[in-house]
């Protein structure tokens, strides 16, 4: 084995390629290179006894008069150095990561050109909000929500709230929509007629997204302080009209408590339609007072003239009286409950020839309210004081007892108007929670 050692200047140096294993020394540079058989030039080797080797040495490496702050890039066939620090702007980073949170320390996110800004979670990830508000436009931009779903798959808009509190009406999942006049940094009150928000359904007919059902909130009165008063409305579009012209407003809702509707009709085929008021109320219908209770076989409604509708029961004509039947009913009344009951439409004047109640009960009739209001607190079984009103008083004992009068007591309207009704006073005595009816026998004198 030989060893082969040249040497030479560092130009000479780059003009042949050593064998492998041979050294050459540069005297001009004085740097040692051993050759590798195939790297023209040889492989520098550290001469300089600090572990460390000169980059400017390395065949693939030029330094063109380095500077403070510069970095080496490769730039396709050698390294170079360079003030580019990296890249200048993120569209040169075609795949990048965060190693990091983003601050954005105050700036926007913003595209150019009407371009759109899109988050896409990968597979089934999900888009995280954690916290804040996420306002959608600005004063001076139009905002829009649009939530896009693929073929076959559910639309939901879903919100979710958990807590402990139940009582307070805010608490909750809400869904707030607010209306003002002015700008959004500065607002001012709106006023009567102005539209809250309009809700669209709509879909496609083949040309173009048609609406088919709205729903809208409105001003619905003046507006002051601290009271703002609203309505909605509740729209649908029929099968016959095209265009807006189809859209029909079916249902509203007032401020003063109405709900305005043009028809009303069961939804199943023949079942009945029920309107229940509730406890002791009455049901009006076009200013009609409608009775609480079911009249008797054969009777028929009659008004008294001033809106309030009771059952009676109608003569058979001709020159001679014939007696009739009113019922007086009262709501449901615990037991030992006492309840005053008009019977409205009987007579100004009458004969009383029977009393009935559907249960156990004490029944006083009055020949007017003051009487009937100052006999109130009269005791079961105390006699009643000579010219206090009190036409009649009975106690039932069983359910659907008749008291027959006998003989019979007249009966009259002492009211300083006198009118058709006729004044009651029932208390319960059957033991257990349930209304009384009450049915008088009576021959009307007086009309």
């Known amino acids: 084995m030989s060893l082969k050692l040249r040497r030479g200047t560092n130009a000479q140096r780059t003009g042949i390629t050593p064998a492998e294993g041979e050294l050459i020394y540069t005297t001009d540079t004085k740097k040692l290179y051993v050759g590798d058989g195939s790297t023209t030039g040889g492989i520098a080797v550290d001469t300089s006894g600090s572990g460390a080797i000169d980059l400017n040495g390395l065949t693939d490496v030029i330094l063109t008069t380095p500077s403070n702050g510069e970095?080496?890039?490769?730039?396709?066939?050698?390294?170079?150095?360079?003030?580019?620090?990296?890249?200048?702007?993120?569209?040169?980073?075609?795949?990048?990561?965060?190693?990091?949170?983003?601050?954005?320390?105050?700036?926007?996110?913003?595209?150019t050109s009407n371009g759109n800004i899109i988050i896409s979670p990968d597979g089934s990830g999900s888009l995280l909000l954690n916290s804040g508000d996420v306002v959608i436009g600005s004063q001076d931009k139009t905002g829009k929500l649009t939530i896009v779903n693929s073929d076959n798959a559910i639309n939901s808009f879903q919100f979710f709230y958990c807590g402990s509190n139940i009582t307070d009406p805010f608490d909750g999942a809400n869904f707030v929509f607010r209306r003002s006049r002015g700008t959004f940094n500065s607002p001012t009150t709106v006023q009567q007629d102005d539209d809250i928000v309009d809700i669209f359904f709509q879909a496609f007919d083949g040309t173009a997204y048609r609406t088919m059902a709205k729903i809208g909130a409105h001003i619905d009165g003046l507006v002051s302080n601290n009271l703002v008063p609203g309505s909605m409305t509740f729209s649908v579009h029929n099968s016959t009209t095209p265009g807006v012209a189809g859209l029909n407003e079916i249902l509203s809702l007032t401020n003063d408590g109405f709900t305005k509707t043009n028809k009303i009709s069961s939804k199943t085929t023949n079942a009945n339609l029920e309107l229940t008021a509730n406890g002791t109320g009455k049901i009006t219908l076009n200013n009609l007072s409608w009775p609480t209770g079911d009249g008797l076989n054969g009777q028929v409604l009659t008004t008294d003239g001033s809106g309030s509708l009771s059952w009676s029961?109608?003569?058979?004509?001709?020159?001679?009286?014939?007696?009739?039947?009113v019922v007086g009913s009262s709501s449901s009344l615990a037991d030992g409950a006492s309840e005053n009951v008009d019977i409205t439409g009987a007579s100004k004047g009458y004969l009383l020839y029977k009393i009935q109640t559907n249960e156990p009960a004490r029944v006083r009739i009055y020949t007017d309210q003051a009487s009937r209001t100052a006999d109130a607190a009269r005791?079961?079984?105390?006699?009643?004081?000579?010219?206090?009103?009190?036409?009649?008083?009975?106690?039932?004992?069983?359910?659907?007892?008749?008291?027959?009068?006998?003989?019979?007591?007249?009966?009259?309207?002492?009211?300083?108007?006198?009118?058709?009704?006729?004044?009651?006073?029932?208390?319960?005595?059957?033991?257990?929670?349930?209304?009384?009816?009450?049915?008088?026998?009576?021959?009307?004198?007086?009309?």
Not at 82 to 96: A, E, L
Not at 313 to 325: N, P
């Open 313 to 325: 029961t109608v003569s058979g004509g001709g020159s001679s009286f014939s007696r009739t039947t």
């Open 71 to 111: 970095v080496l890039k490769y730039n396709g066939s050698e390294w170079v150095n360079t003030s580019d620090s990296g890249i200048t702007d993120i569209v040169q980073d075609v795949s990048p990561q965060l190693g990091g949170s983003l601050d954005v320390n105050g700036k926007s996110i913003v595209s």
């Open 379 to 447: 005791a079961e079984g105390i006699p009643a004081t000579a010219g206090n009103g009190l036409i009649a008083e009975v106690i039932t004992t069983t359910p659907n007892q008749v008291y027959i009068l006998s003989p019979g007591v007249v009966g009259f309207n002492n009211e300083s108007t006198p009118t058709t009704s006729i004044f009651l006073r029932i208390t319960n005595k059957g033991g257990y929670s349930t209304p009384i009816n009450t049915t008088l026998t009576i021959l009307s004198i007086e009309t």
